[in-house]
C-alpha cells in the first residue's frame, strides 16, 4: 500500500488545469476518488491505483506517494 501526498497530488492536479472529477476519470476512478484523497480520507491505496494518478499526473509514483 503508498500513502498519498495529499498536497502534492493537488498542485500537480491544478498545474494541469484538471479538476478533481477529471483526474478521477483519466485514472479510471470512482467520481469523487481524488477528491477523498486529496481530503486525506485514505490512509493507503493500491499500487496500481497510485500508479494510474502518478501516470496521469506525468510524474514518478515517488512524487505523489509514500510507501507505507
Known amino acids: 500500500m503508498l500513502v498519498p501526498k495529499e498536497k502534492e ?7 494541469m488545469n484538471l479538476s478533481q472529477r477529471q483526474l478521477s476519470i483519466k485514472c479510471g476512478l470512482p467520481d469523487n476518488a481524488i477528491c477523498r484523497i486529496e481530503m486525506g480520507a485514505f490512509g ?13 499526473l506525468q510524474c514518478k509514483l515517488s512524487d505523489v506517494f509514500d510507501e507505507e
Open 9 to 15: 497530488i493537488k498542485k500537480r492536479r491544478l498545474q
Open 44 to 56: 493507503s491505496i493500491y499500487p496500481i491505483r497510485a500508479k494510474a494518478i502518478a501516470a496521469v
